[in-house]
């Protein structure tokens, strides 16, 4: 387990570093360099010159991304946004709890529906009810998540007025938490989209386990059919959902970007949209690689996860 | 369909071997069967074709002016000679639709076509050689999988000019790395195969292996993650548009059309909003069908969905 640990940690470690690497060229790739990205398009030659020498963008490449790293590692400064005048790090802050409530709560929830309801159509399969579930997610992971979040609000706030059509404007955490209402819509329309696609995986999962011999002797043993698939079942099922779920960090976060700016919730999707909007570089950059970290952390614990449940990964 | 261990049709005998031509021949026959057997994937299929047909024979018969904007005639619903309304520059829905799908399906293709080769090439070259050159350019492609795709394609729409060169190249550049994973572990089973070994032997360089014998294999896997990857490529680039980085106008495509269609949410404009979601579901739903069909017709077993 410690050698399996260490290496794709490492592999980790190596993964971010290519991606700090990425942004960072990007970042010489803006047209007219940062300094004109971020003093602006008339800023004086001298203000320009002043603003490379401060920030070390005159010295040869690899100096410039070790004074980068440097920054980010050692004075924790993920830079400085002009249009916001505030520090990236104090927009994460604020932003940063607020989009992981959203993600969590939906996220939940889509686990809690898509698992069982995986496991329903499995043992049902190739019946009306089956074809029905199965036809409602291909439509769930055909259509655009911008699309239906719009039909959500279309249906629900214009048409019946039940739900407020933005989510909680609150600069903190806790507004988003007291304002449930305002919740719903951005929580519903992350959760079929989620629930659309697990479902999916999940069933084929569950298909493939039940027709294996262990299942065959649970039940000549005379295991009760709910014992046979929540106790010898659901656990070998659940591997693969375990690695998807990892491996779905960059769609989740996408998805969240896009439900976002649709009900305009005010996290770190929003912060991301509306910087493109500005040209805010600084937050742009900084933002993709912090995104990039959560992707890359989020894969690493979906494989320790997976060595934890399935002890055949720890041994080897 | 590749699982399958192909007996040396050089050593048999000569009724045998006619035998074995006829059984192929029919396997190329049954990959249509039971394509067709789906019913889904004849829906799918009437679907596209349908849907390309709108878009880009339909502007021959339906004429209207998708170049110069009309503000007298903004927001018309529909009829007066506007079959589907106008939008809130005066350009007729209508044909809106049909010059957004255009690209939408241009760029679509494009992209998934060209992420398709390229990834195949780099996944048979790592798989064909192995050892070091595998792990070296699987991890560019591990590396590049933990990128959040959205927003580094909006990250670059906020650096460069957008047009639809670009955003096809910026779509392929994140498309390939599926494909390249698949053909990797596809060629890591197809090059210990004997005529692989026989091509060795033969003194048949990487290339010939590679070109001749490895990619026509798996050309199911290739086929069915291409149909996957348009329906994908068409979704980003919804996603994309709504989000403010499509062609800008007076180009047209689907996702920049909804998310101007959105501010008349309110004032009951539907058919702002429902033609071109409408139209984006069915092309994306009927693509999946598609690849859903042609993976049960090869029985590609990697690929999940």
Redesign the interface.
């Known amino acids: 387990m410690t050698r399996f640990l260490v290496k794709r940690i490492g592999?980790s470690v190596?993964?971010v570093i290519?991606?700090s690497m990425?942004t960072f060229t990007?970042l010489h790739?803006?047209?007219g360099g940062a300094a004109r990205a971020e003093l602006g398009v008339r800023a004086s030659q001298s203000s320009i010159h002043a603003f490379n020498v401060a920030n070390g963008y005159n010295r040869p490449f690899f100096d410039q991304y070790w004074f980068y790293v440097d920054r980010i590692l050692v004075h924790h400064n993920l830079g400085y946004s002009y249009k916001l005048n505030e520090p990236v790090s104090t927009l994460l802050s604020m932003d940063l709890p607020k989009s992981a409530y959203l993600s969590g709560l939906a996220l939940l929830i889509t686990i809690i529906i898509a698992i069982p309801l995986g496991i329903y159509q499995a043992v049902r399969r190739n019946k009306p009810d089956d074809y029905a579930l199965t036809g409602f997610s291909?439509?769930g992971?055909?259509?655009?998540?911008?699309?239906l979040g719009?039909?959500l609000?279309?249906f629900f706030s214009?048409f019946l007025k039940w739900l407020p059509p933005s989510a909680p404007q609150t600069p903190t955490v806790s507004g988003s938490i007291t304002d449930p209402k305002a919740m719903i819509l951005p929580v519903l329309t992350l959760t079929i989209v989620g629930v659309a696609s697990f479902s999916?995986?999940m069933r084929?999962s569950a298909i493939e386990n039940l027709a294996q011999d262990y299942i065959r002797t649970a039940r000549a043993k005379g295991v009760t059919k709910a014992g046979v698939l929540f106790r010898h079942m659901l656990r070998n099922a659940v591997l693969p959902i375990v690695t998807l779920l990892g491996?779905s960090?960059?769609a989740l976060?996408?998805g969240n970007?896009?439900t976002e700016?649709v009900f305009n919730y005010p996290g770190v999707g929003l912060l991301?949209?509306t910087s493109?909007?500005t040209?805010d570089?600084p937050v742009?950059?900084a933002?993709?690689l912090v995104?990039?970290v959560f992707?890359?952390i989020g894969?690493l614990v979906a494989d320790i996860g997976y060595g934890i449940i399935d002890r055949r990964v720890r041994l080897s | 369909m590749t699982d399958q261990i192909e007996p040396d049709i050089a050593l048999q005998e000569p009724e045998v071997v006619s035998q074995m031509v006829r059984a192929k021949r029919k396997r190329g026959a049954n990959i249509f069967e039971v394509f067709m057997d789906n019913k889904l994937a004849i829906v799918g299929a009437v679907l596209i074709v349908l849907i390309v047909l709108f878009c880009f024979v339909g502007p021959v018969f339906y004429h209207s002016n998708q170049i110069s904007s009309n503000l007298s005639i903004a927001n018309t619903s529909p009829g007066h000679g506007h079959p589907l309304g106008t939008d809130n520059v005066g350009y007729d829905e209508l044909g809106r639709l049909m010059s957004g799908g255009q690209s939408s399906i241009e760029i679509g293709f494009a992209a998934a076509l060209l992420a398709g080769v390229f990834g195949v090439l780099w996944g048979a070259v790592s798989g064909y050689f192995g050892g070091v050159v595998d792990t070296i350019m699987m991890r560019i492609v591990d590396a590049l999988l933990s990128i959040p795709v959205l927003f580094v394609l909006l990250l670059m729409a906020a650096i460069v000019h957008v047009n639809q060169l670009n955003l096809t190249l910026a779509v392929a550049f994140f498309a390939w790395l599926v494909p390249a994973r698949l053909i990797r572990g596809e060629t890591l089973t197809l090059r210990t195969r004997e005529y692989i070994q026989a091509v060795k032997g033969m003194g048949g360089g990487a290339g010939r292996s590679i070109f001749l014998h490895i990619v026509p294999n798996a050309i199911g896997t290739i086929v069915v993650n291409i149909t996957f990857q348009v329906a994908d490529a068409i979704l980003a680039l919804a996603a994309l548009g709504y989000l403010g980085f499509g062609i800008p106008p007076p180009a047209a495509n689907w996702g920049s059309m909804l998310s101007q269609g959105v501010t008349y949410l309110y004032a009951g404009e539907w058919w702002l909003i429902y033609p071109v979601g409408i139209l984006i579901v069915l092309t994306v739903i009927s693509l999946n069908f598609i690849g859903d069909a042609l993976r049960d017709a090869f029985d590609v077993r990697l690929q999940g969905r």
Request: proline fraction near 6%.
């Open positions: 592999q190596v993964v290519l991606v990425a990007l790739l803006l047209p291909f439509i992971y055909s259509m655009p998540t911008f699309w719009l039909l609000i279309a214009v999916r995986y084929s491996l960090v960059p976060l996408s970007l896009i700016s991301f949209w493109t909007q040209r570089y742009l950059l933002l993709t995104v990039a992707t890359v894969n």
